[in-house]
């Protein structure tokens, strides 16, 4: 069992930057490949950014490639996902999930484990 608890959401302004955490507690967190997902309201969950196990492989969708920065400090049991330029349209909750194994997947139902999720609104 993994357990993920997000934090770092908030409000910011279109243009400006937001880190957002995903700490891991239980199964050994370097055993783990993470990743972030967002849902805006009335949308599906959409994958956003995963990182392996190891850090050395990240995935980003192409909405945010560029822009967004997935890191895990494996020592602090922590993920981190650093969001610059943002736009209104990521707007969204943002959740953070955990799959066993090396490698990380961009499809959500590759992921077994979910945080509750935080709230990064950007307003215009």
């Known amino acids: 069992q993994v357990q993920l608890v997000e934090s770092g959401g908030g409000l910011v302004q279109a243009g400006g930057s937001l880190r957002v955490s995903c700490a891991a507690s239980g199964r050994t967190f370097g055993s783990v490949a993470m990743a972030w997902f967002r849902q805006a309201p009335g949308k599906e969950r959409e994958f956003v950014a995963a990182?392996?196990?190891?850090?050395?492989?990240?995935f980003y969708a192409d909405s945010v490639k560029g822009r967004f920065t997935i890191s895990r400090n494996n020592a602090k049991l922590t993920v981190y996902l650093q969001m610059n330029s943002l736009k209104p349209e990521d707007t969204a909750v943002y959740y953070c999930?955990?799959?066993?194994?090396?490698?990380?997947?961009?499809?959500?139902?590759?992921?077994?484990?979910w945080g509750q999720g935080t709230q990064v609104t950007v307003s215009s």
């Open positions: 999930a955990a799959r066993g194994g090396s490698s990380a997947y961009t499809v959500r139902g590759q992921y077994d484990y």
């Open positions: 990182i392996s196990r190891s850090g050395g492989s990240t």
